[in-house]
């Protein structure tokens, strides 16, 4: 089996404070990455969130994010950008060209595939991967799962839109609606109830549950015990 990795990359203002995330999957084992930086762009979170995570994986590679800027890039732009000095085809300097370079070294001499998938519509690894880059951005650390496969709790199986996703979730009837505000998790009747309580305040997450399995699905990948 080759490596699955998942990506996402996230930044407040853009520039502005940013976070990127990665899921390494093989056959036994996954491992949750991420980090931060003070002031960046979500191009260049979606790409450092690439190369950490091909950094730590070994063998083949299926590297799947929603970003068409680092997918793009890799299968269509870079060869060109190096035949040309690092130039584009309209003769302007190639942006983010430190992280192109790295990101072309690490995949230097390997197999690795490139997947889009598609952002904020419930492919349950990019939404993980959302999570972890959004918490980092907004300075809040998520907590990182390293471990056994089959203890994991997100749904890696497919690609497919899943019942608790943000898309599917929009039109589906509420079960509850979560705020997680300062480290305190609360449940709320309404949308109003929970809106009152996040807007305008920094770091604050929200979700809305269709079902208790949902409610535990979305309280897990925020690294709440449930």
Known sequence: MSTLIYTDGSSRGNPGPGGWGAIIVDARHVQEIGGREDM??????E????????????GPVTVRTDSAYLLNGMTKWVSGWKRNGWKTAAGKDVENRDLWEK??????????????VAGHEGVAGNERCDEIATGFADDI???LYSGPRTSYPVDL?????SSGARKSSSRG???????????VL????????CEERVKGVKGARFKKALSPEDEVQIMRS?????
């Not at 960046?40 to 979170?45: A, G, L, P, W």
């Not at 790409?47 to 070994?58: F, Q, R, Y």
């Not at 925020?222 to 449930?226: E, K, Q, S, Y």
């Open 103 to 116: 990101l072309s070294l690490v995949v230097a001499s390997r197999q690795v595939n490139w997947e889009k």
């Open 40 to 45: 960046t762009t979500n191009n260049r979170m």
């Open 47 to 58: 790409m450092v969130a690439a190369i950490e995570a091909l950094t730590h994986a070994a």
């Open 173 to 183: 009837q509420a079960y509850s609606y979560l705020s997680y505000v300062d480290g």
């Open 222 to 226: 925020w690294g709440i015990d449930a």
């Open 157 to 161: 199986s497919s690609t497919k839109v």
């Open 141 to 143: 650390a998520p907590r």
């Open 186 to 193: 609360r449940r709320h009747e309404s949308w109003t109830q």
